[in-house]
């Protein structure tokens, strides 16, 4: 079995290649756009995903 | 160098920093949190999946009494704000059925036999627990393939959305979330062996720290904790590149969900806390220097065992809508009977899955003839 850190470094390796990956073929990242820095307080609805919504 | 504790530290603040700057601050603090996430489940050793089993193998209850602190806390804080501000932050709120209620339990099952949670799964993975690392990339798979059957499965008998503040009002569904949780603590107190009822000074301290980053996540992100969706959105992009049109299937093709597939996975809230949690796992794990020795190596039966269930896994997630991050913890803190229901089932499951775990381990023995069969 390898050492642990071995397998620690591979894996955010491996998860560092994932998200330069997805850069790449996803939508431009844009900072202008973000949302404000907290949800509370923001006057806006939350917009992000959970494992708890229905689908869809 | 970049190995050492402050620079692993420091990567973690140039990682955010980046994030601040080029997506935006509210990412770069949500992996923050994720970090946090990350240390104080390593650094403090407190898990979900582990004193399920040490309760019901050793009669030790101390683990499950620290899980109701932390969710207690975040109750106290999190109901109010959901009441104050409910067009600004969402609760972890899901319908009680029956596909939910078998999935908690295949759950509960399949995470004694990956030894480890949802967030236990990336916390092993993270600090470099090898047989953590593949149950991870096989949960990745199962949550996706869950998503693809997901609609099918929540077609099947199934209650409306219940939560006790819809049922009690705010501070009813805070009062009775305590006493739920306080119930418990009685059960989990009568069941547990004297001398360890009470949890140790750092599953306080972690309990208190996870409830203060679950608030945060609240406040930040707009909804609560969660692990399962990111993972099986990762499956997704994976399954995307690989050729896969997931415009046709009823999850994907959803507004939100198909917003977030054509997103960057740093714009993803759970995704955002799942890096951080595995970043923040690694730097408690090379912080405290473990060094374990390479472990044997173990039975193929075993590993075998747990890439079944690491995939049982992350289906299951998906049916029983969350984890025990996203519907045990996350679920009760926001007043959702599911999480309530998820708990029953899922616990139930672990009583099962500790057997089976045992069983999957203890055959290579027997058969060596280090143990006689039973």
């Known amino acids: 079995m390898p050492q642990r850190r071995t397998v620690g470094l591979a894996l955010i390796a491996a998860i560092a290649l994932l998200v330069a990956l997805d850069i790449g073929a996803s939508r431009p990242l844009d900072p202008f756009r973000a949302p404000p820095p907290a949800a509370l307080g923001s006057g806006a609805a939350p917009s992000g995903a959970h494992c708890a919504a229905a689908p869809g | 160098m970049l190995l050492t504790r402050t620079g692993l530290v420091l990567l973690a603040l140039v990682v955010a920093a980046f994030l601040a700057l080029f997506v935006g601050l509210r990412f770069a603090i949500l992996f923050l949190v994720g970090v946090g996430f990350g240390l104080t489940l390593e650094g403090l050793r407190f898990g979900f999946a582990g004193p399920w089993k040490a309760l019901v193998v050793r009669r030790d209850g101390r683990g499950v009494m620290a899980q109701l602190l932390a969710i207690g806390l975040t109750a106290a804080v999190a109901l109010p704000l959901l009441a104050a501000a409910p067009g600004e932050l969402m609760g972890a709120h899901a319908p009680v059925g029956a596909a939910m209620i078998a999935g908690a339990f295949v759950f509960g099952a399949c995470m004694q036999i990956v030894m480890g949670c949802g967030s236990g799964t990336l916390v092993n993975a993270g600090s470099g627990n090898a047989l953590g690392a593949l149950a991870l990339l096989f949960f990745i798979v199962g949550s996706f393939l869950g998503t693809l059957h997901l609609a099918w499965w929540t077609n099947l ?172 913890f996350s679920g009760i803190a926001t007043g959702s009977l599911h999480g309530w229901a998820w708990f029953a089932a899922a616990f139930a499951g672990s009583i099962l899955g500790v057997r089976l775990l045992a069983w999957l381990q203890a055959a290579p023995r027997r058969a060596a003839g280090l143990e006689p069969a039973r």
């Open chain 2, 157 to 328: 008998a199934s209650l409306p959305v219940l939560t006790l503040s819809g049922l009690l009002g705010a501070e009813g569904a805070l009062a009775a979330t305590l006493a739920g949780l306080a119930a418990v603590a009685v059960v989990v107190g009568l069941r547990a062996e004297k001398g360890a009822r009470l949890p140790q000074g750092r599953l306080f301290l972690a309990a208190a720290l996870l409830a203060a980053l679950a608030i945060l996540n609240l406040v930040v992100a707009g909804q609560p904790w969660g692990i399962v969706y990111g993972l099986g959105l990762w499956g997704a992009k994976v399954a995307t590149a690989a050729g896969a049109d997931l415009s046709q299937t009823a999850f994907w093709a959803g507004p939100g969900n198909a917003e977030r597939l054509a997103s960057s996975i740093l714009t993803d809230v759970t995704s955002l806390t799942n890096l951080g949690l595995v970043a923040g796992a690694f730097i408690a794990a090379r912080w405290r220097r473990v060094m374990d020795p390479p472990p044997a190596r173990p039975a193929a039966r075993l590993v075998g065992g747990i890439v079944v269930a690491a995939l049982l896994m992350g289906y299951a997630s998906r049916l029983a809508f969350g984890c025990n991050v996203g519907a045990f």
